[in-house]
């Protein structure tokens, strides 16, 4: 079943290699969305794919990469729209 995450990451997660280590594995995977930067310091991201990749995905933000902090995350499920072709970085 395909599935769509929408995420909104709070904590150390600008200046730690996030939304790249994000896309790394959004990659490795398959899944397709984005991921950026908000002005307020937190990091936005939409996932879409197989539900149990995105899951994957979705845990992966929830630790972050090594030098991140993440102390809080938003996370709602939402309809697939099948909207992507791959997964970017939006700066």
Known sequence: MK????I???GKVQGVFFRQTT???ADSLG???????LPDARVE???EGEEDVVKM???????????A???AVDLVWEEYTGEFRRFTIKY
């Not at 599935?3 to 929408?6: E, F, Q």
């Open 31 to 37: 899944v397709k969305g984005w991921v950026r930067n």
């Open 8 to 10: 909104v990451v709070s």
């Open 3 to 6: 599935t769509r995450a929408h």
């Open 45 to 47: 991201a939409v996932f």
């Open 69 to 71: 902090k993440v102390s």
């Open 57 to 67: 995905v979705v845990d992966f933000v929830k630790q972050g990469p090594a030098r």
């Open 23 to 25: 896309k790394h594995e």
